[in-house]
């Protein structure tokens, strides 16, 4: 049974940081891409950053220059660094992990956290 518990979110003043995890645990053999979404109410969800199993990134334009996608291979988590935080980052974020599992090395699926909220607010 593979699990992604996200962690780190809260509430922040605009111009703070916020750094969010997301570890996978269970019987995972590999990793492939690891993302960040996030949606906000009446939106919907989008993609913020993600990064191969080679670390190369890509990001929403929005975040660009603010937030860093990084990832702990040894660890199984996945990091976002968030700078600068605006109002308009306030959304719920997720974490998305493609992976395979002990149980069927050859077959990767998508597994997804359960979100933790972030707010951006004075």
């Known amino acids: 049974q593979v699990q992604l518990v996200e962690s780190g979110g809260g509430l922040v003043q605009p111009g703070g940081s916020l750094r969010l995890s997301c570890a996978a645990s269970?019987?995972?053999?590999?990793?492939?891409?690891m993302t960040w979404y996030r949606q906000a109410p009446g939106n919907e969800r989008e993609l913020v950053a993600r990064?191969?199993?080679?670390?190369?990134?890509n990001y929403a334009d929005s975040v660009k220059g603010r937030f860093t996608i990084s990832r702990d291979n040894a660890k199984n988590t996945v990091y976002l660094q968030m700078n600068r935080l605006k109002p308009e980052d306030t959304a719920v974020y997720y974490c998305?992990?493609?992976?395979?599992?002990?149980?069927?090395?050859?077959?990767?699926?998508?597994?997804w956290g359960q979100g933790t909220q972030v707010t951006v607010s004075s």
């Open positions: 998305n992990e493609v992976l395979s599992t002990d149980v069927d090395r050859s077959i990767f699926r998508i597994y």
């Open positions: 269970g019987n995972i053999f590999s990793i492939s891409a």
């Open positions: 990064i191969t199993s080679a670390g190369s990134t």
